[in-house]
């Protein structure tokens, strides 16, 4: 495996933490600024929206650039973004700073999965894409529940500059440890470019990415507001709330092998409905069960499993669907699934806050299951449709139609 392949797995570990480490000390940062916990939980959906953006309108911008100097140009982005916000004097600065750093998390993800394949060839571009993805959810398995019980005994401050100094790490060695890469060919070039920007209208890649967004947005409107969740319903310890994150930090690793392998089994359409259907029914059953320690515990697993089993079987609908409609698309359908991730967690912190500040916060399970049950009426629709991975979609002047 090429060595830039682990650099970008270290880039990869430093951006899972900055989109997730802040889930846990969202309470922390709302405490040192004086400020409410809906709008500390803000710097979260900001840093998603930021990513939301970039991902895929960034991916088809910069299509004619040198892979090095995208990813270069956006660790550079987050890097600037996670070191102002870990000496944010106010919580507006500190938004703004999530933001711009989200702009540079998007754009990374959508480039460097494909950018891991190239180098390898065809044969190993499997197992490139997995060391990178592995940097991201070893930040969920192990950095995050570390960065929440480091950050109840010490401050959130030490926790956002690490991410910094983790996106400098990469930046360096992006810097010295990848070649340039070769420029686009004919395939990349500014042709290319239009059609790609023109891919980001079409309704069949938008209508699917929504799937995304409100499977992946109900998961969220649950696990954004979960450690003040297991601490104000099931009374569970400060000090204990890391223990929890890690059970979903490593189900979540977990649930990523499984969705590749559920998706393998049984196509992209019957994978995609089965772990959304659990998706909600996991967050209806946070609601039901929310003053149990034992009850959470085991659904607070089960909701990272589901969760991030959905990303292999989402990503591989969407660019299955490219693939057949708009071939030069592809790494542009990956920047919308990207994009649609990262938009449901910021649609989903958005729901949860507006909960927590009008209701008993336990109510972001009742309100995460309805958006994933959405998501799976719309995936319903579309599968009934035709229209999925194994269907022919309608290429019409090079929209997917």
Known sequence: MPFAVYIFALSAFALGL???????????????????????????????????????????????????????ITMAVFWIGSAIAAFAPTITVLLIARFIAGLGHGLFLAVASSTAARLVGPAKAGAAVAVV?????????????ISTYLGGIVSWRPIFAAIAVFGAMGMVGLRFGMRSSEEPSSVETSGTVRQAVAALASPLLLSSALITVLGFGGSFTVYTYIAPLLTQAAQVGASTVGAFMLLYGVFAAVGNLIGGSLTDRLGANRAAMTIIGGIALVAFGIWLFAASPVAMGILVAL????????????QARLIGMAAQCSPEAQNVAAGLNVAGFNFGIALGSLLGGAIVATSDIAYTGLAGAAMSALGLVVLGIQVSRGMGSTSRAVRTAGHCV
């Open 18 to 72: 900055a989109e997730f480490a802040p889930i846990g000390l969202s309470a922390i940062v709302a405490a040192d600024m004086g400020v409410d916990l809906a709008l500390a939980g803000k710097s979260i959906t900001l840093f998603a929206l930021g990513a939301t953006i970039a991902a895929p309108i960034l991916s088809a911008l910069t299509s004619h650039w040198t892979r090095k100097n995208t990813m270069l």
């Open 133 to 145: 993805f592995g940097g991201f959810t070893l930040a969920m398995a192990v950095g995050v529940p």
């Open 303 to 314: 909701l990272g499993l589901f969760s991030f089993a959905s990303v292999p079987a989402l």
